[in-house]
């Protein structure tokens, strides 16, 4: 059963930084490619990061390119988002997940951005 756990989120002010870990088990993990979502409320679910398996590459949407940087420790099987110079759009619950084969979605961490 493949569990997937995040955490790190918070409140924190607009131009603040949060890193974000997801811990994976169940699966190979080195072998998957990650990528990290997320939902706010009355929104669909987006994804606003991705790293391949070694971890060489790396995807962003415009929305956040620039400010948040994914990624892995494949040792600790364990992938992070570090986001920098947050925004009150960026208020949202996120969360990990393969890109291929999505295992069951976590709990998610919760991400508040307000002053």
């Known amino acids: 059963q493949v569990q997937l756990v995040e955490s790190g989120g918070g409140l924190v002010q607009p131009g603040g930084s949060l890193r974000l870990s997801c811990a994976a088990s169940?699966?190979?993990?080195?072998?998957?490619?990650m990528a990290w979502y997320r939902q706010a409320p009355g929104n669909q679910r987006e994804q606003v990061a991705s790293i391949s398996s070694g971890g060489l590459s790396t995807n962003y949407p415009d929305s956040v390119k620039g400010r948040f940087t994914i990624s892995r420790d494949n040792a600790k099987n364990t992938v992070y988002l570090q986001m920098n110079s947050l925004k009150p759009e960026d208020t949202a619950i996120y969360y990990c997940?393969?890109?291929?084969?999505?295992?069951?979605w976590g709990q998610g961490t919760q991400v508040t951005v307000s002053s």
């Open positions: 169940g699966r190979i993990f080195r072998f998957n490619a």
């Open positions: 997940n393969f890109i291929s084969f999505p295992a069951q």
